[in-house]
């Protein structure tokens, strides 16, 4: 009567061991993923269903998740102003304002830290309204606490706008995570207008 009873203990011992692992197993620590985990993101393959530029910067920010390397969500990630690739690296255009904007935007969304960069630290009130948003660098901090820089090119084709984006770790210049897309002719009425110049170190 006695065994019975040590076994009859035993096995409800055992079942509670196992409900307690079950149950830590589930636990909202466990079971929280990483912030970013490469590869598994939902790839968007069809690359019609972008009907505007921060659509077509999301398709960007997908494949850039998955080939993402050895990238600290934690850091801080400044976003710069696409550029032609076809040029001295210093010609822009509405696009490439725009895009720099939408992915400010992706990434954001994404879970990863950016940096606002052209944000000054008070409030400049006037008669045509209130910003915080400058291009004059004797505005801004002198030091950008940024890691990386989200940087692109662009080019102009027959068949559209080729566009490619990439991480960059300021410190070594490693690229840390690359997107490309190719942007409908439609758009090319975004390249021919040029933005206006500021004459600032902050110049796009």
Same mark, same amino acid.
């Given at each position: 009567?006695? $065994?019975?009873?040590?076994?009859?203990?035993?096995?409800?011992?055992?079942?509670?061991?196992?409900?307690?692992?079950?149950?830590?197993?589930?636990?909202?620590?466990?079971?929280?993923?990483?912030?970013?985990?490469?590869?598994?993101?939902?790839?968007?393959?069809?690359?019609?269903?972008?009907?505007? $530029?921060?659509?077509?910067?999301?398709?960007?920010?997908?494949?850039?998740?998955?080939?993402?390397?050895?990238?600290?969500?934690?850091?801080?990630?400044?976003?710069?102003? =696409?550029?032609?690739?076809?040029?001295?690296?210093?010609?822009?255009?509405?696009?490439?304002?725009?895009?720099?904007?939408? =992915?400010?935007?992706?990434?954001?969304? =994404?879970?990863?830290?950016?940096?606002?960069?052209?944000?000054?630290?008070?409030?400049?009130?006037?008669?045509?309204?209130?910003?915080?948003?400058?291009?004059?660098?004797?505005?801004?901090?002198?030091?950008?606490?940024?890691?990386?820089?989200?940087?692109?090119?662009?080019?102009?084709?027959?068949?559209?706008?080729?566009?490619?984006?990439?991480?960059?770790?300021?410190?070594?210049?490693?690229?840390?995570?690359?997107?490309?897309?190719? $942007?409908?002719?439609?758009?090319?009425?975004?390249?021919?207008?040029?933005?206006?110049?500021?004459?600032?170190?902050?110049?796009?």
């Amino acid at each position: 009567m006695n $065994i019975k009873l040590v076994l009859l203990m035993l096995a409800v011992a055992l079942q509670s061991c196992s409900l307690t692992d079950n149950k830590g197993d589930s636990s909202p620590a466990n079971n929280s993923a990483h912030l970013y985990q490469p590869g598994t993101m939902q790839h968007s393959q069809d690359r019609h269903l972008a009907q505007n $530029i921060q659509g077509y910067a999301k398709l960007m920010v997908d494949d850039m998740a998955i080939n993402m390397r050895n990238l600290d969500p934690e850091a801080k990630i400044a976003v710069t102003t =696409f550029v032609r690739i076809d040029s001295d690296l210093t010609q822009t255009s509405a696009l490439s304002l725009e895009l720099a904007e939408a =992915f400010m935007s992706e990434l954001h969304r =994404f879970g990863l830290t950016t940096v606002d960069f052209k944000a000054a630290d008070y409030i400049r009130v006037t008669d045509n309204g209130d910003f915080v948003m400058t291009r004059d660098y004797l505005e801004l901090k002198e030091n950008i606490s940024a890691s990386y820089a989200l940087l692109g090119t662009y080019l102009v084709q027959h068949n559209g706008i080729s566009v490619h984006a990439r991480i960059v770790e300021l410190s070594s210049q490693t690229v840390l995570a690359t997107g490309e897309t190719t $942007i409908p002719p439609e758009y090319l009425r975004y390249v021919s207008r040029n933005p206006r110049k500021s004459g600032s170190h902050y110049e796009s």
